[in-house]
């Protein structure tokens, strides 16, 4: 029996722990309230689904739990006039300064990067970037930001989500941007997903009761060739095929979000494993550390075969609530293709010969994969105004809910599949959904809508429909003279010049996959960012100027090329994580409610009334101030108990890690100036290794990567590198005789040994009072997927109560602080930091890995200029080391006007911003360094 002064541990028995509710109820299940409120949402009841005002006000009810239990933190401190010390803020100044960040909510101004004032228009994330924000409202405004970041719905999310973009085209490289959206009422599936029990009180008046079965509908059908008696009927070939009219399948999803949810996610899915030949499970990316994950062990999810573009190595999509209630996702997918990882520079040393047959195959894609023409364009001309009458609902339609008999016919001869998959299928698709529609007023001419008017000149198309000047028989590759001719964007983020553009037979045509759409048959957008130098050999004869491939040199050409592909990469991620409006005119009611909670508080302390009004903040701007569907609601509840506050909003195939760039920053600058080293700070985590005396602990990453030691798995890895294939665990060693014993039968068991004294104090039941190094010490040799820390100085406080265990996956890092950049030697900091192997203990380095203090060079001038001796110095361990100091380079190196700075700008603010800054590392510096630099390969003298 067990000793009853002796606690029990993870390691003993705990058969015997019983919780009081366990006492009263032993079957009784832990049920959180996430768990609560996303059964709530499954549950069989339909009632439940069925009322509109239930699942938005259970998340409001749940969000309203998550910002509330969440500790109080009290940072509500500011420097004192001395400046040497710090002095808690009054009530009062809260209170103002809470006042202050409402008022600019509604009519304040932030200042860009260019130096110019604009509207934040309830923009929460653009506060921080305010001229004369008192102390006061800027602690508020830290503690909001620091609470809203873990909650999914919040404006703190997607700037993280865009964090992440970034970060994955630095690992990935340059993405393709896709977008698809399937409408709720024109998808079988969705419908198939409504379900409810027949004899459900809820559904006898219900006339559509007959489609909850879980058989209906059929979803094979080729309802576009069946005539509308037989749509009618059922029972045909012993199988029901009826399906609901438009208004019936609108009214069945209105009474149930969860089917709309379920039906999109199941749409994804599909699309990512059968089109885009990417493989994804429901777990993803969690499964990369599970014993089946789908990456590969480079952190590549394509299959073998890939999918109608080719094969894409990762993917990123935002899930986005679009004005109807529908969920659409915008995407980053990442191909296997020449420009993925390589400089147009490069493209330009392979020569003319090269360079003229990449070009024409890129051509041929892009022509394929965006596709912008009509077989039969006098067709078209016909039917539009028809087709144009019946849009946006096409309620006597059945073309969307169809799938054609050709699409599983094996035995259909090729020519006549193509035919009614081009001529037909897609065509048909392409006229219902691809259609960019201006309606005509009542003089009879043509204005764009009001979701698509451009906000400068309200009369045009922001999207530049229609493209009457655009039309080409052929493909062309976009010059400065074209982009004038043919009136396309040509600078900025924007920027058309060194694009593939066409054929296009048809001015309001928007360019999609023709096997996207006979698959998902929905709208949908492909953006192919590749871009190539206008050289006199790649100039397009239609062009009248014949001064475009002479204004710059060869390499200045491919430069301007690079930079515009680049920005239109960063202009696409911008635009996937937009964020929700908040509305602006709920503000003085807002500041209402937090007078009145600033006189209920009055006399409680400032820590604890400042985290009241910065509750109250959160919940007044994304619980009350968003406006959200019931769809929307439904996948915030489902995904709530996720430790990822980004899973609602997003669909990643690679797991993300954390790395903040603001400590060795620090460290590299006190380096310099000869300075004390600065001390890591980092977050405490719960040392949960034993139940009876948890404590606080941390681990300081880079201080500890800079201790990593000499160890051959680990040494020559760079910060980045260590980042995707290594993580830093708490190592665990015995808390009894009996798992002592059983480490004894096999060492691996634990990572660390109990000492004598470690021995005797677990004999004596005082496992509570174990001390590393005195009572348990880290095993040397390491084990087959973990190794101690090296023995530098910087290493002793932590080695043994922490290992590095390596990743089953690589990871993504995501790369904080790598936007803040304003001149070279900053991003020359980042880059040394990030990408060169170093180390923080002098007898831990090597000629391959050097001291950290070394990364100064004594006669370097500037840290730009450091950052090419090391290049010239030592190299790149790898080639994949310089494929992520370029893409670094291309994602966070642009010229100030193409630059996407950390929420200042929302989609196109900056579009018509002339550039007056150089590209920030030209080819003197890490362009140039990194094409021939490869550790073992010849290097070129500086």
Not at 360 to 383: F, M, N, Q
Not at 869 to 876: F, P, T
Not at 918 to 933: G, I, K, M, R, S
């Amino acid at each position: 029996m067990r000793d009853p002064k002796c606690p029990l541990t993870e390691d003993d028995d705990d058969s015997e722990r019983i919780s009081r509710r366990k006492a009263w109820n032993p079957d009784a299940p832990t049920v959180g309230v996430e768990a609560w409120g996303a059964a709530m949402q499954r549950q069989v009841a339909s009632q439940f689904r069925r009322d509109w005002n239930f699942t938005p006000a259970l998340w409001n009810y749940l969000f309203r739990t998550k910002i509330n239990l969440q500790p109080n933190a009290r940072i509500f401190a500011v420097p004192d006039e001395s400046g040497r010390g710090k002095r808690m803020l009054s009530s009062e100044e809260i209170c103002a300064g809470t006042k202050q960040i409402y008022e600019l909510l509604r009519a304040g101004t932030y200042v860009d990067v260019n130096g110019e004032h604009k509207a934040i228009a309830g923009d929460f994330t653009k506060l921080r970037y305010v001229q004369n924000l008192t102390p006061a409202a800027a602690r508020v405004l830290a503690n909001t930001e620091a609470r809203a970041r873990n909650v999914p719905g919040t404006h703190e999310v997607r700037k993280t989500m865009r964090h992440q973009t970034h970060s994955y085209r630095v690992t990935y490289g340059l993405a393709c941007f896709f977008t698809f959206s399937p409408s709720e009422r024109d998808t079988a599936l969705m419908l198939r997903m409504a379900r409810a029990r027949q004899n459900d009180p809820a559904l006898s008046n219900d006339s559509s009761k007959a489609y909850y079965q879980r058989h209906l509908p059929a979803l094979d059908v080729d309802f576009i060739q069946l005539s509308p008696e037989a749509l009618a009927e059922a029972g045909v070939v012993g199988r029901d095929i009826a399906m609901p009219t438009y208004d019936e399948r609108k009214a069945i999803l209105a009474r149930d979000p969860l089917a709309c949810l379920n039906g999109f996610l199941a749409l994804v899915g599909l699309a990512f494993r059968h089109i885009f030949g990417i493989r994804l499970c429901p777990r993803c990316p969690d499964c990369a550390a599970s014993g089946n994950p789908c990456a590969d062990a480079f952190g590549s999810n394509a299959t073998a075969a890939g999918g109608v573009f080719g094969r894409f190595d990762a993917a990123y999509g935002s899930l986005e609530c679009q004005k109807s209630g529908a969920l659409h996702l915008h995407g980053q997918f990442f191909l296997q293709c020449f420009h993925q990882f390589h400089p147009l520079s490069e493209l330009v040393a392979q020569g003319t010969e090269p360079m003229l047959e990449l070009l024409r195959k890129y051509s041929d894609y892009s022509g394929h994969v965006t596709r912008k023409v009509y077989c039969d364009p006098e067709a078209w001309s016909e039917e539009r105004d028809e087709l144009e009458g019946e849009w946006p609902e096409f309620k006597q339609s059945s073309l969307m809910l169809s799938r054609p008999s050709y699409q599983s016919d094996p035995g259909l001869p090729a020519t006549e599949w193509l035919a009614k998959y081009l001529a037909n299928d897609v065509e048909a698709l392409q006229k219902h959904k691809q259609h960019h529609v201006h309606l005509p007023d009542e003089f009879g001419k043509r204005q764009p809508l009001e979701h698509c008017r451009d906000p400068k000149e309200p009369s045009k198309c922001k999207s530049f429909f229609p493209r009457d000047a655009w039309l080409s028989e052929s493909p062309q590759l976009i010059c400065h003279g074209l982009a004038t001719e043919k009136d396309m964007p040509r600078k900025s983020k924007r920027s058309m010049v060194g694009m593939l553009w066409g054929p296009c037979n048809e001015p309001n045509i928007n360019g999609n996959h023709p096997a996207l759409l006979a698959s998902l048959r929905c709208n949908g957008d492909v953006q192919l960012p590749f871009r190539f130098p206008i050289t006199v050999d790649t100039h397009d004869r239609s062009c009248s100027s014949e001064q475009c491939d002479t204004k710059m040199p060869l390499w200045t050409l491919a430069r301007e090329a690079q930079i515009n592909q680049s920005a239109q990469v960063g202009y696409m991620c911008d635009y996937q994580n937009k964020r929700l409006k908040v509305a602006t005119r709920e503000v003085k009611e807002w500041m209402r409610g937090q007078r009145e909670l600033g006189v209920d508080l009055e006399g409680k302390p400032t820590g604890y009334l400042g985290a009241r009004v910065s509750k109250r903040l959160c919940t007044d701007l994304f619980a009350r101030g968003v406006c959200r569907g019931a769809v929307e609601c439904a996948n915030l509840l489902l995904h709530a108990e996720s430790k990822d506050p980004t899973s609602a909003e997003s669909i990643k195939t690679a797991p993300l890690t954390d790395m903040s760039l603001a400590y060795p920053m620090q460290l590299l600058q006190a380096l310099r100036a000869q300075e004390h080293w600065p001390k890591e700070t980092t977050r405490a985590i719960v040392d949960k290794r034993c139940d009876t005396a948890r404590k606080m602990t941390e681990c300081p990453p880079w201080t500890v990567y800079g201790a990593r030691g000499r160890h051959h798995k680990v040494h020559m890895l760079s910060a980045y590198e260590f980042a995707r294939e290594f993580d830093f665990a708490l190592a665990t060693h015995p808390l009894s005789m009996k798992t002592h014993q059983a480490q004894l039968q096999d060492l691996q068991k634990y990572h660390a040994v109990l000492t004598a004294q470690g021995i005797e104090e677990v004999a004596n039941c005082r496992r509570r009072h174990l001390r590393p190094q005195t009572h348990y010490v880290i095993q040397e040799e390491g084990g087959p997927a973990w190794l101690p820390l090296g023995h530098g100085e910087y290493a002793q406080p932590y080695r043994h109560d922490w290992v590095m265990v390596q990743r089953k996956r690589p990871h993504v890092p995501v790369l904080y602080g790598a936007q803040g950049s304003r001149n070279e030697d900053d991003m020359a900091m980042r880059i040394l930091v990030l990408f060169f192997p170093w180390m923080n203990d002098v007898q831990d380095s090597s000629d391959a890995v050097p001291y950290i203090a070394d990364l100064w060079p004594s006669d370097a001038r500037s840290w730009r200029e450091a950052l090419y001796m090391q290049v010239n110095r030592r190299g790149y361990p790898t080639q994949e080391v310089k494929r992520f100091v370029l893409d670094f380079c291309f994602t966070y190196c642009l010229p100030r006007e193409y630059e996407l700075i950390d929420g200042l700008a929302e989609n196109s603010d900056n579009e018509d911003i002339e550039n007056d800054v150089n590209f920030a590392l030209d080819e003197e510096d890490v362009l140039e360094a990194v094409q021939t630099h490869i550790k073992g390969s010849q290097r070129r003298k500086a």
